[in-house]
Structure formats: structure tokens, C-alpha cells
């Protein structure tokens, strides 16, 4: 259950840090003064952030991958989420860092 897109800036999506040990951040809430309220395939609250660009943000620090986003080059920035439990995305099956290389980045 990923999905890639490319927002344009300002994206207006808030995001808030993972609960427990796994790090990583979510969406809270899609804002209507972004071009991620026009998205074709609604993002939804607790989509997980998995990659800005190229870059695996998966597990990262709030901080961190917030910066990621601010970041990127260029006037719109391709994030890749997941949709479904945290346990499958940080879980003893998550797939590992080539997988992500390989099939999403």
C-alpha cells in the first residue's frame, strides 16, 4: 500500500512524530491551502512518510525528515507513503533498505 506522488509546494500537510520506539513520521491532518488537498488519491491522516525524493526518511526524526521536505530542490517534491499498519512498515517483515531502492526511490 504505497503511493508515490509529486506535490507541488506549499504541499500544506502536517505531519506529527510516530508514538512509541519505531521513529518516523505521519500525516496528521491534510490542510485545504495545499496541493495535497487536490491529490487524485486523498492522502489520509496516519499515511507514514517512507521517502522525500530519493532519500528513505523511514524511522527518522521528526526534525530530520521535516528538514528533508524543506530541503528539496525545485518548485514541487515527490513523497512516497504507506498506508497500513506501522507493524508492517517497521515490523520484523518491513522490507529492508535495497527493496525501497529498488522499487519505490
Do not use: H
Not at 519505531?22 to 495535497?36: F, N, P, R, T, W
Not at 487536490?38 to 492522502?43: I, K, V
Request: with cysteine; charged share 20%.
Amino acid at each position: 500500500n504505497y503511493r508515490a506522488r509529486e506535490f507541488p509546494k506549499p504541499m500544506g500537510i502536517a505531519f506529527v512524530e510516530n508514538e512509541g520506539e519505531c521513529g518516523g513520521v505521519c500525516i496528521d491532518e491534510v490542510l485545504d491551502s495545499g496541493s495535497a488537498s487536490s491529490a487524485e488519491t486523498p492522502l489520509q491522516q496516519s499515511d507514514q512518510l517512507v521517502a522525500v525524493g530519493s532519500t528513505l526518511v523511514l524511522g527518522w526524526e521528526f526534525d530530520a525528515a521535516i528538514e528533508a521536505i524543506k530541503s528539496s530542490e525545485g518548485s514541487s517534491t515527490k513523497l512516497v507513503f504507506f498506508r497500513g499498519p506501522t507493524a508492517f512498515l517497521y515490523g520484523p517483515t518491513k522490507p529492508d533498505a535495497e527493496w525501497y531502492s529498488a522499487n519505490l526511490l
